[in-house]
C-alpha cells in the first residue's frame, strides 16, 4: 500500500515522471485509475469487514447519537450458534440450497446457453425472452412475483408441475436422490430466473470457442455428442468455474439468513449478536466457495497456455 | 449434403431428390436427424420460455381483472370482465410519476458512476500492471463473492459518522451523517462498492483484455497519453461491453431495495416503495380511495386479500414496466454486447 502511494506522489512531480521509462508510467497511470476503486475497497469494504469481526465480540450499545463498545468475548458466538432459535436452522437451510441449487443452476444455464448460441430461425427473438430474468434477477421485484403468483390459485396450476413429480415418485429411485430431483423441478422457475448472468457468461463463452475446432472434428467423424465433450466441455470449463464462484455467492447473498441477520441487528437492536452471525456467515460461505472453485480449478483447462 | 434452390420451398427439393433416389441413405437420416433436433430444440425454446414469460403474465392477467369477478373460477388467460381500477389504486398507491421519475433519474447516475468507475478499475487491471495489482484483483474477487449483507452494520455506522482520516472532525468538530442522504448511495456506486460492483469491473477487464493491444501501442507511439488513450480509443472500442454494464448498472439499481432500505430508508425510489407495501397494503389503498372518484372508489374492498393482491400486482407490473421498455430499446445492442463481451475465465 505504501509504495503505491508514493508512486502516486512521484507521478504528480512533472520532472520526476519525465524521468521514468515507460514500464514505470504505466504502472503510475495504473495506480491513478484505480484510485475510486481503491478507496472505496479500503473505506466501504475491507474496513468495514474488518470492523464487523471487531463488533462480532463486543456488546454494542447505542449512547447519544454514537455507539458504546464492550469487550465479551466469544459470548455473542456462543449464543448465536447455542441460544439463537432460527440462526443453526438458517444457515443450514443456506447451505444445503446452495448445495442442490448450484448444480442445477450450471447445468440449465449451459443448457439453455448451448440451445441460444445454435443458429436458428428466431434466435433473436428467443435471446430477447431469455435475458428477460436478468431484468427481474436482483431486489424484490424478482421474489416479489413468484410470491404473488403463489398466491392466486389458478396461476399455480400453471407452475404446479405435480403429474410430472408422480411419474418420477414411481419410477423406483432412492428417495434421498428422488426429493433432490422433485425440489429442483418445482423450483424449475426460481433456477431459471436466478441464472440470467450465468447464462450470460456462458453464451459468450461459447462465442468465445472458433468454429474451426468443430469443422476439423466433423470431418474426423466426431458425433455431436462427442463434439460437445472434448470440444465444448474442456473450452468452457473456465466459465464453469466462473459460474459455479458466482452462484454461490448469489445463493448465500440471497439466502433468508441475511434476513435474519437484518432483523437481529437493526429490529432487535442486538448489534453484537448481529456482527457475530455475519462473521460466521461470511466465514463459512467464504470456505466454502473456497475449497469449491479449488477443486474445479484443478480440472480446469486453458487453451492459451 | 443438403441441396438448396431458390424460388422452391425449402426441403421440397430434397423430397424431390429422395423420390429421385439422388440421394444417399446416409444423407437421408442426417437430413432426419437435424429435422429432430430443431423440433426438440424449438419445444424446449418455448417451454422454457414459457416459465420465463408465464408470471409477467399472469400479473397482467390479475392486475386487469375487474374487481367484481375477482376470485371467481375463469380462464387461465382471459379475465371475465377488465377494468383499470387496480392500476388507478396502484398509481395512488406508488405515487407513481414522482417515484419514477426519481427513481429514473436516481438511477442513471448511479449506473453512470458505477460504470464509469468499473471501466478505469477495468483498465488499470486489464492492462496497467503494477506490484500490488495482482493482489488488489484478488480483492476485486474477494469483493464479489463477500454477501454485502455480512457487512452491512459496518457500513451502516461507517455512513452513519462518515469520517474520512478524521477530516470532517477537523472541520465541523463532529463526523457527519449521510445516512438518509443519496450522497451515500452514490459514493458507494462511484467507488465500485455499489450492487454488484466487482462483477461489473470482472466483465469489463475481460473485455479490455481482448482488445487488441497494437492499437493502443500504436497511440502511444503516436504520442497519446494515458488518458487520451483510454478515453478516444479504448472505451470507444469496447462500446457494446459498455452499454452491457452500463444496462445492468440501471437495471440492477433500479430494482434494489437492499442498498435503498440500508442507506436512504425514506428514499422515494419506486422498488423500495413497493417493497415497503408489501408487507401492508391495506391503509394505503384506504388512502387511495379518498382520493380516487367517488364511483371508482366505492367498488373498491380494501379488506379483501384478493383486492389486495390484484392492487400488489398493479403495482409490481408499474414497477417493472420502465424497465421493460427499456430492455427493448436496448436489447440489440445488449445481446450484441453480451455476445462479443467475452467473459473469457482465469
Same mark, same amino acid.
Given at each position: ?38 478507496? +472505496?475497497?479500503?473505506?466501504?469494504? %475491507?474496513?468495514?469487514? $474488518?470492523? &464487523? ?6 456488546? #454494542? *450499545? /447505542? ?75 436482483? +431486489?424484490?421485484?424478482?421474489?416479489? %412475483?413468484?410470491?404473488? $403468483?403463489? &398466491? ?6 400453471? #407452475? *404446479? /408441475? ?144 | ?346
Amino acid at each position: 500500500m505504501s509504495e503505491n502511494s508514493k508512486a502516486k506522489v512521484k507521478g504528480e512531480k512533472k520532472s520526476f515522471y519525465s524521468s521514468l521509462d515507460f514500464k514505470k508510467r504505466t504502472a503510475v497511470w495504473g495506480v491513478i485509475f484505480l484510485v475510486p476503486w481503491l478507496f +472505496g475497497a479500503i473505506f466501504f469494504f %475491507l474496513a468495514p469487514l $474488518i470492523k &464487523t469481526f471487531y463488533y462480532s465480540i463486543c456488546n #454494542i *450499545n /447505542i449512547v447519544g447519537t454514537g455507539f458504546t463498545f464492550q469487550y465479551v468475548g466469544l459470548e455473542n458466538f456462543k449464543y448465536a450458534t447455542g441460544v439463537d432459535p432460527d440462526f443453526n436452522k438458517d444457515l443450514i437451510e443456506a447451505l444445503t440450497n446452495v448445495a442442490t441449487n448450484v448444480p442445477i443452476q450450471i447445468f440449465v444455464a449451459l443448457f439453455i446457453a448451448i440451445l441460444l448460441n445454435a443458429k436458428f430461425k428466431g434466435r433473436g427473438f428467443f435471446r430477447v425472452i431469455f435475458f428477460i430474468p436478468l431484468i427481474l434477477s436482483t +431486489g424484490i421485484t424478482e421474489i416479489d %412475483l413468484s410470491e404473488v $403468483i403463489n &398466491t392466486t390459485e389458478e396461476t399455480t396450476s400453471i #407452475i *404446479n /408441475i405435480a403429474w410430472i413429480t408422480e411419474i418420477i415418485t414411481n419410477s423406483g429411485i432412492p428417495t434421498s436422490i428422488l426429493s433432490i430431483i422433485t425440489s429442483a423441478i418445482s423450483n424449475i422457475f426460481d433456477v431459471i430466473t436466478t441464472s440470467g448472468v450465468q447464462i450470460l457468461i456462458f453464451l459468450s463463452g461459447l462465442q468465445g470457442i472458433s468454429p474451426s475446432l468443430y469443422e476439423v472434428a466433423k470431418i474426423e467423424g466426431c458425433s455431436g455428442f462427442e463434439s460437445f465433450c472434448k470440444i465444448t466441455f474442456p473450452m468452457i470449463s473456465p466459465m464453469i468455474l466462473v459460474c459455479v464462484v458466482y452462484s454461490m455467492a448469489d445463493l448465500f447473498a440471497a439466502a433468508d439468513i441475511s434476513d435474519t441477520i437484518y432483523k437481529v441487528t437493526f429490529t432487535s437492536g442486538k448489534y453484537g449478536l448481529g456482527a457475530s452471525m455475519s462473521v460466521i456467515y461470511f466465514m463459512v460461505s467464504i470456505v466454502l466457495i473456497g475449497i469449491v472453485s479449488w477443486i474445479i480449478s484443478k480440472g480446469v483447462f486453458y487453451y492459451d497456455n | 449434403m443438403t441441396t438448396k434452390t431458390k424460388g422452391k420451398m425449402p426441403g421440397m427439393q430434397f423430397v424431390e431428390d429422395v423420390k429421385a433416389g439422388r440421394v444417399s441413405k446416409a444423407a437421408v437420416k442426417q437430413k432426419g436427424k437435424d429435422i429432430l433436433g430443431h423440433v426438440f430444440r424449438y419445444v424446449l425454446l418455448i417451454s422454457l420460455g414459457f416459465v420465463i414469460v408465464t408470471p409477467l403474465l399472469n400479473l397482467l392477467k390479475e392486475a386487469v381483472t375487474a374487481h367484481t369477478v375477482l376470485g371467481m373460477k375463469s380462464s387461465e388467460w382471459v379475465p371475465p370482465e377488465v377494468s383499470s381500477v387496480s392500476f388507478q389504486v396502484a398509481f395512488e398507491v406508488l405515487d407513481y410519476w414522482k417515484g419514477l421519475i426519481f427513481s429514473l433519474l436516481n438511477t442513471a447516475i448511479l449506473a453512470t458512476l458505477q460504470t464509469l468507475c468499473a471501466a478505469l478499475a477495468a483498465y488499470s487491471f486489464a492492462r496497467m500492471k503494477f506490484k500490488g495489482s495482482g493482489i488488489l484483483w484478488a480483492v476485486v474477487i474477494f469483493s464479489i463473492v463477500v454477501p454485502s449483507q455480512s457487512i452491512m452494520l459496518a457500513q451502516y455506522i461507517t455512513f452513519r459518522n462518515f469520517d474520512i482520516l478524521g477530516i470532517f472532525k477537523l472541520l465541523t468538530g463532529n463526523p457527519i451523517s449521510l445516512i438518509g442522504s443519496d450522497i451515500s448511495l452514490y459514493l458507494l456506486a462511484a467507488t465500485g462498492m455499489g450492487v454488484k460492483g466487482g462483477l461489473f469491473i470482472y466483465i469489463l477487464r475481460q473485455n479490455f483484455r481482448q482488445l487488441p493491444i497494437s492499437i493502443e501501442e500504436a497511440a502511444f507511439v503516436d504520442g497519446a497519453g494515458f488518458l487520451k488513450t483510454f478515453f478516444s480509443i479504448v472505451l470507444p472500442s469496447s462500446a457494446t461491453s459498455l452499454t452491457t454494464v452500463a444496462v445492468l448498472s440501471f437495471l440492477w439499481n433500479y430494482a434494489d431495495v437492499y442498498f435503498t432500505s440500508l442507506l436512504t430508508s425514506s428514499s422515494k425510489s419506486l422498488a423500495l416503495t413497493f417493497n415497503r407495501l408489501q408487507s401492508n397494503l391495506r391503509w394505503p389503498i384506504g388512502d387511495a380511495i379518498k382520493v380516487l372518484p367517488k364511483e371508482v372508489g366505492s367498488i373498491i374492498n380494501k379488506e379483501s386479500p384478493l383486492v389486495q393482491s390484484a392492487v400488489a400486482a398493479a403495482c409490481a407490473l408499474l414497477v417493472v414496466v420502465p424497465l421493460l421498455i427499456l430492455y427493448l430499446f436496448v436489447q440489440k445492442r445488449f445481446v450484441q454486447g453480451v455476445e462479443r463481451s467475452g467473459l473469457g475465465g482465469d
